[in-house]
């Protein structure tokens, strides 16, 4: 019974599974995605001997079932699950069941090629469910914000008098003031008075706020296309109030979660607010904590989308853009590398060259990224917080070509 395999093509009501023992199809099954069903599955796959499965996801409370039932968990890419199908088909179908045994015999055949996953710690599990809902949030108030933008911009400009549509002082003067009927009667004094409930730190005074207001094109809407325009701006304005105020909070929540992770003092020195959270929480989760899931500077520079892609064929060499990496991470190192370009010297010199060789600011950053991944890695393999003194090529100021 040694040498089990089992690949898993999970989904959201079942999962198909399928057993391989030396190359042959041992046993085939599903499981509902319930409670009697995980733990059924768990038990079978210990009774058959499985030692190691694989599966399309690399978390999920199914993963983490197998996790806890003392399984190895190979974590494989969809492309890489798309690509090894013709290995075992002449034809182009595919199914849940044949997927399943794909995933078998990657197991079985490649698992040196694919990561082990290691569950994280309930520190780093928080902080990555906390990021994660945050930058969800924020994908929905961009897209209602734009909404609401256009709605005011249809037919009352004027509205648009302070910098962010979605900030809570303009919601609230949204609230008051849905249309140019009802600030018709809006003056100084009044306006001064809103301001200083809502604590406005702004550096324009109510009249020039007015001015601004007023001058703004106004529009020609009917009484019942206004009424109309005005039921769905304040509709808007409800729906991005909570969702301001929870991102707001989340904020709150990860600032206390990433003070209390182990592993925040070793990227803290790379940001020089102390109310910076978002950035280092979103680095740290999605890193993880276990180390030897990069054993390689140039594995989580991939991971990262910070090192090309190389295309070579014949007289042909081109590097084309990382598509497949982890897109968080991604976001995170860019936006590292974007800040220190303003205050350390070392990243400054690294993107000002990459400016002079002809790149473009994106791929600029990128080269900046992948500088800051040699250093990153390092300290956070050693767990050593970032210390300049002991940065070579800062204290050089060579940087490293990206």
Not at 6 to 15: K, L, V
Not at 306 to 311: D, K, N, T, Y
Request: hydrophobic letters at 45%.
């Amino acid at each position: 019974m040694a040498g089990r395999t089992a690949g898993i093509d999970w989904a959201s009501e079942a999962h198909e599974v399928c057993i391989s023992e030396g190359g042959r199809v041992a046993e085939r099954f599903s499981v509902a995605h319930e409670e009697r069903g995980l733990r059924e599955l768990a038990r079978r796959l210990r009774a058959r001997g499985v030692e190691r499965v694989a599966i399309e996801r690399p978390d999920g409370i199914l993963v983490e079932r197998l996790l806890a039932a003392g399984l190895e968990v190979l974590a494989i890419h969809p492309n890489q699950v798309k690509a090894a199908r013709p290995r075992f088909a002449v034809a182009h179908g595919k199914s849940a069941r044949f997927d399943a045994y794909v995933l078998a015999e990657l197991a079985r055949t490649d698992s040196h090629r694919f990561r082990s996953l290691v569950p994280d710690g309930d520190e780093t599990k928080a902080l990555r469910a906390l990021t994660r809902a945050r930058e969800d949030l924020v994908g929905a108030r961009v897209e209602l914000a734009n909404q609401l933008r256009a709605q005011l911009a249809a037919f009352w400009p004027g509205a648009l008098i302070f910098s962010d549509v979605d900030s809570p002082i303009s919601l609230a003067f949204l609230r008051r003031y849905l249309s140019p009927a009802d600030a018709r009667g809006l003056g100084p004094k009044r306006l001064a008075g809103f301001l200083a409930r809502q604590r406005y730190c702004g550096r324009r005074s109510p009249e020039e706020l007015l001015e601004r207001m007023r001058s703004a094109p106004s529009g020609r809407a009917g009484e019942f296309e206004g009424e109309a325009r005005r039921a769905v701006v304040l509709g808007l304005v409800h729906a991005l109030e909570p969702i301001v105020a929870e991102i707001r909070e989340l904020t709150f929540q990860i600032r206390g979660a990433l003070a209390a992770h182990p592993d925040a003092a070793i990227f803290g020195p790379l940001f020089r607010e102390a109310k910076t959270a978002i950035c280092p929480a979103t680095l740290i989760a999605e890193l993880g904590a276990a180390r030897g899931r990069y054993p390689t500077e140039a594995g989580l520079a991939a991971d990262a989308g910070m090192s090309p892609v190389a295309l070579e064929s014949g007289k042909l060499r081109v590097a084309t853009f990382r598509r497949a990496c982890d897109k968080r991470l991604r976001l995170a190192v860019a936006t590292l590398a974007d800040s220190t370009r303003h205050w350390h010297p070392w990243a400054r010199e690294i993107y000002r060259r990459a400016r002079a060789r002809g790149q473009d600011h994106p791929h600029a950053i990128r080269t900046l990224g992948r500088a800051w991944i040699r250093v990153l890695w390092r300290c956070w393999q050693d767990r050593v917080p970032y210390d300049p003194a002991r940065h070579g090529n800062f204290s050089r100021l060579q940087p490293v070509r990206g």
